[in-house]
């Protein structure tokens, strides 16, 4: 059949073909735990069967203090993973092209409920908040106002040490970028601290993303944090949790906008990302254990894609499924027989990327 119109048909061609291609994920992310090293070979042959699989290209491993550090091994937890472990890790994902990040929390997420975290035990010196004891029994709320602690941005000697740490989490992983958390800050310019009492928390939370943006960029690594400090809680309504209640959310228009967001909300499909890519940041949507809200949110992802300029457009890299467990039990629970709960981390997961599929 000839085609009497050539040019309007070569036009339907490519408009088509900038369709299909706006619906492509830059990132098809998975984050979680790294294994400990007796779960090591079943979470290897996960990536190998059940990640790898479903396209995921992108592994960010909340790795924290449980590796065998050694230019800092006085920060090394219980129970650890050695450089030859890591090493296969690093090798089964460059098998299937998936880009692998470690994750250290930095700032904030220095203590868990009663427990120190491995940096103020050692180190008590940087305790933002020296004078909040650890409880016996912890209860949320409580009259500290304590959730995690965090480490005084301000201390002269806390990058020295921390930044020893980064480097070598990234060499040994290879990696191309880092993780470091930064969620959750509740803790951060307090009165009783003498070096940041005083200070405006927006530029305190800003200039520590800023310095560990450009410590990384000195070896072209790109930094990615978790993007709740940087949304205003009181405005949005979403409240203390998934955004700032503590006025950090000003540091968004002070920060480098290299630095990859990764906007996470986990009740409700809250379309934070058009906000990101506003104000000039590539972001990453990142859901847990409802499932519909992850569709909700892939759909969201791919109609803001679909409907944005050519200068927003790339911001929007794709979603990231998270994990806040370890990768042991979540293994577990996906290769159990018995039935998983609709609202579980692996619901969730096998949901969103049947979905991602489809695209």
Request: aromatic letters at 10%; a negative charge; hydrophobic letters at 40%.
């Amino acid at each position: 059949m000839r085609i009497r119109y050539p040019i309007i048909a070569l036009l339907a061609l490519l408009s088509c073909r900038v369709a299909v291609g706006q619906t492509e994920l830059a990132v098809r992310g998975f984050c979680i735990a790294a294994p400990s090293p007796d779960r090591l070979d079943d979470f290897v042959k996960f990536i190998d069967g059940e990640l790898a699989p479903r396209g995921v290209n992108t592994l960010v491993l909340r790795v924290d203090h449980n590796y065998a550090f050694k230019s800092r091994p006085e920060l090394r937890s219980d129970n650890t993973l050695s450089k030859k472990e890591v090493k296969q890790l690093v090798a089964v994902c460059q098998k299937h092209n998936i880009r692998i990040i470690p994750q250290i929390n930095l700032l904030g997420h220095q203590s868990w409920a009663g427990q120190l975290g491995k940096l103020l035990e050692v180190y008590p010196q940087f305790d933002e908040t020296p004078h909040v004891q650890m409880p016996e029994e912890y209860a949320w709320p409580n009259a500290d106002g304590l959730y995690c602690k965090s480490y005084c941005p301000l201390h002269p000697e806390v990058h020295g040490v921390v930044f020893d740490l980064v480097d070598e989490i990234c060499d040994v992983f290879e990696a191309d970028a880092f993780h470091a958390g930064m969620d959750e800050v509740f803790y951060i310019g307090h009165d009783s601290c003498e070096r940041c009492a005083g200070h405006d928390k927006a530029e305190l939370f800003a200039n520590e993303v800023n310095k560990i943006a450009s410590h990384l960029a000195q070896r072209d690594r790109q930094l990615w944090i978790w993007g709740d400090r940087l949304i205003d809680g009181r405005t949005t309504g979403i409240g203390m949790w998934e955004a700032s209640m503590n006025n950090t959310h000003r540091a968004i228009d002070l920060i480098n906008k290299d630095v990859m967001i990764c906007d996470w909300h986990y009740e409700q499909p809250v379309q934070t990302a058009v906000y990101f890519a506003t104000k000039g940041f590539s972001v990453v949507t990142c859901p847990w254990r409802k499932g519909d809200v992850a569709i909700a949110q892939l759909q969201d992802m791919v109609r803001s894609k679909q409907h944005a300029n050519e200068e927003m457009t790339p911001r929007y890299q794709g979603m990231m499924q998270t994990v806040w467990r370890s990768a042991g039990a979540f293994m577990d629970e996906f290769y159990s027989a018995e039935p998983f709960s609709e609202e579980s981390d692996v619901a969730c997961f096998k949901a969103l990327f049947a979905e991602i599929g489809k695209l």
